[in-house]
């Protein structure tokens, strides 16, 4: 049974770092696509930042070019994402999720708040 379980959320200052982490277990291989979505109250859920394997291709939305970055390790079967010059404007539930050929899995997101 699939499961990504995310960690690292919190509130934090205009300015301010956070990393977030999302170990995923119950795949059979590391040949599937993981990543990071995002949803503010009342808006859509979005992309922020993917990263496939084995060719560790990453995706950016425009957002959070130079700011984010997306690391992973599948030794540990662990997705990062660390986040820096945070704004207001990050504000949202972040979810992890992974995309094999056929299925696409959801963790249960965690939240982050930027606010002073």
């Known amino acids: 049974q699939v499961q990504l379980v995310e960690s690292g959320g919190g509130l934090v200052q205009p300015g301010g770092s956070l990393r977030l982490s999302c170990v995923a277990s119950?795949?059979?291989?590391?040949?599937?696509?993981i990543g990071w979505f995002r949803q503010a109250p009342g808006k859509e859920r979005e992309a922020v930042s993917c990263i496939s394997s084995p060719d560790g291709n990453t995706y950016y939305a425009d957002s959070v070019k130079g700011r984010f970055t997306i690391g992973r390790d599948n030794a540990k079967n662990t997705v990062y994402l660390q986040m820096n010059s945070l704004k207001p404007e990050d504000t949202a539930v972040y979810y992890c999720s992974a995309t094999t050929i056929s299925t696409t899995y959801w963790g249960q997101g965690t939240q982050v708040t930027v606010s002073s």
């Open positions: 119950g795949f059979s291989r590391d040949n599937y696509g």
